[in-house]
């Protein structure tokens, strides 16, 4: 996004200011070449804003047009500015000192390694060669070894490494692209393995479990056509049902157990390197993902992991190798125990992974920052985040104007957090649920570095109404100013935030919980939102939750629920007869002041899965509605199945049908998915007709489901409407922060203009 791009003046000198991510990216070196090529004279340096050029010479316009079209794979430019000045007669041009001050420039996100440092890994005559630590400014990790800025050496776990000669001479060429490539370091001089190549791919090819030291923390992994292997790494990590991401030796190897199309495979190509989701073969053992017609696959991202593939194949020279199909595939999941945070520490992996792996696999570069592996999918044609770590963090967010610096803390699920900078938002890596002392204490450090790593001093920190969240008590307990946002209002926030889009805005969010008004379970709302309030203009009808929270976990009790609501009370005990409580189930339901209710999306969902039979107890969140997707081979829309009173949906008739006995699961599933997107289309029209908009945001984390965020798309476009989504941050829980931070910085805005008369500024004193 360009902020300022002045026209390029005919002078023979010129000053260019360049904003963005393009510190510690090989950006200088790449001006340097850039310079020489079109023989100018002048210099390039790194400063607090950024990088700073100043170039002369009679091919400066040259120069300037192609800085953006050629600049490193991991640069992100916001802006190019320019202004003339005055001519010195440079003919050299060179690479100066640093400039001094705090840094506001972002650090860089871990990126895959490249191709040309594969090709020294695999090349005999390197002095790279199989070592599995090769790097340079284009690729290799960033922010997981990063404990300050600015980003030098002296600041990462490289520290703890002094370069040999030849990557001390390679550090300091701006001809070498390994030029200020902090993490630089070869077999002479750098981090070493704990265990040979050959001992590993071994113990994985003899259906061991293996616990491997990666970029953001510790994998295990396995063979997975291992059915006995892959089996028993989910009764040791005590996961029951919750599919596993695979790892495949290369593109090449995509086919053999998923479909993928153009978009996909760039996606699992992309220098982020995220799992995506694909349509499953079936061709893996049936523990890996049971139940469900996707595949999280991924490719190596680290040389340690092609190593690993490398070693199948016999160990040959060059990369021939990586154009066939490898037959081993890898089960390739996070070292997290219980749910607990992702190991990263050495002593910590022998403690607490020693009962799940039966070898463990260690290397002397610290892990700094943890980093799950990022997951990702393609809906109606484009990328979607689901979980947003290694690779995309800590990249910011651009805003649509400046905003006062915020800590915004999140939920409790899928917990981030959010610190705004001027017309910046930096969302952290995924946190995971508050649910432990240990994850809370990883939250608490996060914030720490994040803030620290940034230098900011924020003027309030944002948090859910939610009162017992983790996170809301410590937000409430910290020395700056606490503002309490809606659940769901933070979702539509979060939208409007990554489209750069202010004022008013209709927002569907779709989920499983959200603290609503007087502490009501809401989960299915269409909001008329601006940048610091909400109306509430539609949601689902209610539906009672016998149980409370477990009938989160225990779909047949929504199913219960939905028979209830239709007056079939009498079918509930004999229809779930297997399930301890179903014979109390329907005077608990009869006790509407012992039951509370929902208008939660996700809850619709499990009563659909409950009255099917295809899902009846989660084994983990989301699951009954995964399921349910997956039989989804067409959608089919029953026209008559909801209502719409007030701006209240209910599906009862859609319900009634779905309840017959020994009705197609299969065409159950696509009656539902047809019909509830349509309702929701139909419930957005009249709203957006009613209050004159052409837009909505579509958030929560019921639009990862593909068939329902197609199915919404096509139906809002005809029916003259934008449907904004969320791409850069995910639509579930952990695009809450963002959202927290955009609806706090509008809030501030608001005193601040009652105030004063003026918008609020990037400066925190100006609140």
């Known amino acids: 996004m ?82 003339t000045a005055a001519a010195s007669g440079d003919t050299h041009f060179a690479i100066a000192a640093s400039g001094e001050g705090p840094a506001t420039t972002p650090i860089a996100a871990d990126a895959a390694t490249c191709e040309r440092c594969l090709d020294d890994l695999f090349d005999p005559s390197s002095r790279f060669h199989l070592y599995p630590f090769v790097n340079c400014t284009d690729c290799g990790p960033r922010y997981t070894l990063t404990r300050r800025l600015p980003y030098d050496r002296l600041n990462t776990s490289m520290a703890a490494f002094s370069m040999c000669a030849d990557c001390a001479g390679d550090y300091r060429s701006p001809g070498n692209r390994r030029f200020h490539a902090e993490p630089i370091a070869c ?37 997975a056509r291992n059915e006995q292997a892959v089996a028993s790494l989910r009764a040791r ?19 053999g157990i998923a479909d993928s199309d153009a978009i996909e495979r760039q996606l699992l190509g992309s220098i982020e390197r995220p799992i995506v989701l694909l349509k499953s073969r079936s061709a893996l053992a049936a523990s890996v993902a049971p139940g469900l017609a996707h595949l999280g696959v991924m490719l190596p991202y680290t040389p340690l992991h092609h190593l690993l593939f490398h070693a199948v194949f016999g160990k040959p020279d060059k990369r021939a190798w990586q154009d066939e199909a490898c037959d081993l595939v890898l089960v390739a999941t996070s070292a997290n125990p219980g749910g607990e945070p992702l190991v990263i520490d050495d002593d910590d992996a022998q403690r607490r992974l020693a009962g799940i792996a039966d070898l463990i696999v260690t290397h002397d570069r610290a892990i700094v920052v943890r ?7 393609v809906i109606d044609g484009a ?29 409790h699920l899928k917990a981030t957090v959010t610190v705004t900078r001027g017309r910046e938002a930096f969302v952290s890596q995924h946190i995971g649920d508050l649910g432990s002392a240990d994850s809370i204490r990883y939250f608490e450090q996060t914030v720490a570095h994040l803030l620290d790593i940034l230098d900011v001093e924020p003027v309030a920190v944002a948090h859910d109404r939610h009162p017992d969240y983790a ?60 940048d610091a309030s909400f109306t509430r203009v539609g949601h689902l009808s209610p539906l009672p939750m016998p149980g409370g929270d477990i009938a989160a976990r225990e779909p047949w009790r929504m199913a219960a629920a939905a028979l209830h609501a239709l007056g079939r009370d009498d079918e509930i005990a004999g229809r779930f007869a297997g399930h301890r409580y179903a014979g109390q189930i329907t005077q608990l339901l009869r006790q509407q002041s012992a039951t509370p209710a929902t208008t939660s999306a996700g809850r619709l969902f499990d009563a659909v899965a409950g009255l099917l039979g295809t899902s009846v107890v989660q084994h983990y969140e989301g699951q009954a509605a995964m399921e349910l997707e997956a039989r989804v081979r067409r959608v089919r829309v029953d026209r ?94 952990a695009g809450l922060s963002l959202g927290q931070a955009w609806v706090a910085a509008g809030i501030l805005n608001q005193q601040h203009v009652r105030a004063s008369g003026a918008l609020i500024g990037s400066r925190p004193e100006c609140v």
């Open 2 to 83: 360009t902020v300022a791009q002045h026209s390029i003046p005919s002078t023979p000198r010129l000053r260019v200011r360049v904003r963005g991510t393009v510190q510690g990216v090989g950006f200088r070196p790449y001006v340097y070449g850039l310079a020489r090529r079109y023989e100018l004279g002048g210099f390039v340096c790194n400063d607090a804003d950024g990088v700073l050029i100043e170039i002369e010479g009679a091919r400066v316009p040259e120069f300037v047009r192609a800085l953006r079209r050629e600049a490193p794979p991991l640069a992100r430019i916001d802006a190019v500015e320019t202004e």
């Open 187 to 223: 077999p002479n001089c750098g981090p070493k393995l704990s265990h040979g190549i050959d001992d590993i791919v071994a113990a994985l090819v003899g259906g061991k479990i293996v616990a491997v030291k990666s970029l953001g923390g510790f994998q295990l992994l396995c063979d």
């Open 237 to 255: 990590k005590n996961r029951d049902a919750k599919p596993f991401a695979v790892m495949v030796a290369s593109i090449a190897s995509v086919d």
């Open 371 to 377: 980093a799950d592996d990022s997951v990702a999918v």
């Open 383 to 411: 990328p979607a985040l689901i979980r947003r770590a290694r690779g995309y963090a800590p990249r910011p967010i651009r805003l649509a104007r400046d905003v006062p610096s915020v800590l915004a803390v999140g939920g």
């Open 471 to 530: 996170s809301t008590r410590f937000a409430e307990a910290q020395r700056w100013p606490a503002l309490a946002i809606q659940h769901h209002h933070a979702h539509v926030a979060a939208i409007a935030a990554e489209n750069g889009v202010e004022g008013p805005l209709l927002g569907l969010v779709l989920d499983g919980f959200g603290y609503g008004e007087n502490g009501a379970n809401w989960g299915g709302e269409l909001l008329l939102c601006d």
């Open 640 to 733: 008559a199945g909801w209502t719409i009173d007030n701006g209240a949906v209910s599906f009862l008739p859609l319900l009634e049908l779905l309840a017959s006995p020994g009705f197609d699961a299969t065409v159950g599933a696509e009656l539902f998915h047809g019909s509830f997107a349509a309702a929701m289309v139909d419930l957005v029209t009249r709203a957006a007709n009613a209050h004159g908009l052409g837009a909505v945001a579509l958030g929560g984390g019921c639009f990862l489901n593909r068939v329902l965020a197609k199915e919404m798309r096509a139906g809002l476009l005809a029916a003259g409407i934008e449907p904004l989504t969320a791409r850069a941050v995910p639509p579930n829980d």
